[in-house]
């Protein structure tokens, strides 16, 4: 993995590296409001770009290889419309993000190295502990989300995606 070393007074609550072709962003202690939406945001913008981000949370570390590595989720682009994006991640509050799947929705505590799918979004104070799967990493593309769990189990789900609509100039 290489870095990049922007010599920080203090240690960042989030650093983003490349790990081979993908984007990798850990984070290194408990992470706040701020570096929640940090979060969203760079996972939106990679998807404008359709990298694949792989999310590593701090208590279950995952290997450089593991993050290096092209995952089954691969593909990058929409095969159903021609112009299409994928419905933004949003970050819910403190260490927590959200990520609307097609038929579901997926609720990533970054900070307790876990996730949960719901029918639909549910605030995270009426989700009780048995909810929630623990994970290595959570492999984020265009079209998909990917959850590797401890045990080794891959969940994934279709990504929700809304139109892009293409505006035209006037002529004349």
């Given at each position: 993995?290489?870095?990049?070393?922007?010599?920080?007074?203090?240690?960042?609550h989030v650093v983003i590296e490349m790990g081979?072709?993908?984007?990798?962003?850990?984070?290194?202690?408990?992470?706040?409001?701020?570096?929640?939406?940090?979060?969203?945001?760079?996972?939106?913008?990679?998807?404008?770009?359709?990298?694949?981000?792989?999310?590593?949370?701090?208590?279950?570390?995952?290997?450089?290889?593991?993050?290096?590595?092209?995952?089954?989720?691969?593909?990058?682009?929409?095969?159903?419309?021609?112009?299409?994006?994928?419905?933004?991640?949003?970050?819910?509050?403190?260490?927590?993000?959200?990520?609307?799947?097609e038929r579901t929705s997926w609720t990533i505590?970054?900070?307790?190295?876990?996730?949960?799918?719901?029918?639909?979004?549910?605030?995270?104070?009426?989700?009780?502990?048995?909810?929630?799967?623990?994970?290595?990493?959570?492999?984020?593309?265009?079209?998909?989300?990917?959850?590797?769990?401890?045990?080794?189990?891959?969940?994934?789900?279709?990504?929700?995606?809304?139109?892009?609509?293409?505006?035209?100039?006037?002529?004349?």
């Amino acid at each position: 993995m290489r870095g990049v070393d922007l010599s920080f007074e203090h240690e960042p609550h989030v650093v983003i590296e490349m790990g081979g072709p993908n984007i990798v962003i850990r984070s290194t202690t408990a992470i706040d409001h701020a570096d929640t939406t940090a979060l969203a945001h760079a996972i939106n913008a990679a998807g404008d770009t359709r990298t694949v981000v792989v999310i590593d949370p701090e208590s279950v570390r995952c290997d450089d290889a593991f993050a290096a590595q092209m995952l089954p989720t691969r593909d990058t682009t929409c095969s159903r419309h021609d112009t299409c994006r994928p419905a933004p991640v949003e970050a819910v509050s403190r260490g927590v993000i959200r990520i609307a799947a097609e038929r579901t929705s997926w609720t990533i505590d970054v900070d307790a190295g876990r996730f949960c799918q719901t029918d639909f979004p549910i605030d995270t104070k009426f989700l009780d502990p048995e909810s929630w799967t623990p994970v290595i990493a959570i492999c984020v593309t265009p079209t998909k989300v990917t959850a590797l769990t401890v045990d080794r189990t891959l969940v994934t789900s279709d990504r929700a995606h809304r139109p892009v609509r293409l505006r035209v100039a006037a002529a004349g």
